[in-house]
């Protein structure tokens, strides 16, 4: 087999965890010491979390969109294909060497998405772009961690958190959408959606898409104020 080689790593800002970049044949792969966060052969459920919260904003003329981590850049690149031409999507990256490797060596694997020019990057954490709105967003897309859980850095907690998921509901418009990605389901997660005032449904989709594979969870908690 084929070992994997290490391409790049880098600290993740206000934490003393690394990132790393490994390649093995055509195959990339994006780590934390705690194990593998994303593997460019399995993103069918990254791409389902775009395509089924924008297929919910789809008839809107001009949608704004944020996107909490950048990841391998499926996600990016999923919106972007059903999303029209006058939409925007903001993109929220807290690991500037994500920002590069998306640019280099992990480009092509989503047909370089960070090129198109409805995409504004900005290398902070996603919840500076959340607190900081008020009916700024038609859907925020979370994938920054494995759960609703601060697995990449416990500050995340605050995301999945009552204050937090009041200030998505604050950030986003009448009707918007925000999408969680999640390896498993978590009954308490959906509970503090609904008390938070979303509409929520919870949805199974598989890691390799049409491939098939395991299943991950994506929770999509409509705004109905």
């Known amino acids: 087999m ?24 055509e195959e990339f792969s994006i780590r934390l010491e705690q194990g593998e966060l994303m593997n460019s052969r399995v993103h069918g459920s990254e791409d389902a ?3 089924l919260a924008c297929a919910r904003i789809a008839d809107r003329p001009r949608p704004c969109v944020l996107i909490g981590g950048l990841g391998i850049g499926y996600t990016l690149a999923a919106a ?3 999303l029209g031409s006058k939409a925007q999507v903001v993109v929220a990256e807290l690991v500037p060497a994500v920002v590069e ?16 020019a409805r995409v504004i990057v900005r290398e902070v954490d996603v919840a500076q772009m959340i607190r900081d709105k008020h009916r700024a967003y ?29 200030a998505s509901f604050t950030a986003l418009r009448p009707g918007g959408v925000l999408a969680v990605w999640s390896a498993g389901p ?15 449904e ?6 390799r898409g049409p491939r098939g594979g395991g299943h991950h969870t994506i929770w999509f908690a409509v705004h109905r104020g």
Do not use: C, M
């Not at 206000?14 to 390649?23: A, H």
């Not at 998306?102 to 998405?113: D, I, K």
């Not at 038609?138 to 995301?159: F, H, M």
């Open 101 to 116: 490797w998306n640019r280099g060596p992990l480009a092509h694997l989503a047909g370089n998405p960070l090129e198109d």
């Open 80 to 82: 972007l294909r059903l």
């Open 49 to 51: 979390l775009a395509d």
């Open 202 to 207: 919870e949805v199974k989709v598989h890691a």
């Open 138 to 166: 038609d859907a925020i897309l979370l994938d920054v961690d494995n759960g609703p859980d601060g697995l990449i850095r416990l500050e995340n907690n605050w995301l999945y958190s009552g204050p937090g998921l009041d």
């Open 2 to 25: 084929i070992p994997w080689e290490l391409i790049d790593s880098a600290r993740v800002p206000g934490t003393g965890g690394k990132i790393s970049l490994y390649k093995r044949g």
């Open 186 to 200: 978590d009954r308490t997660f959906t509970r503090r959606l609904r008390q938070a005032g979303f509409e929520v």
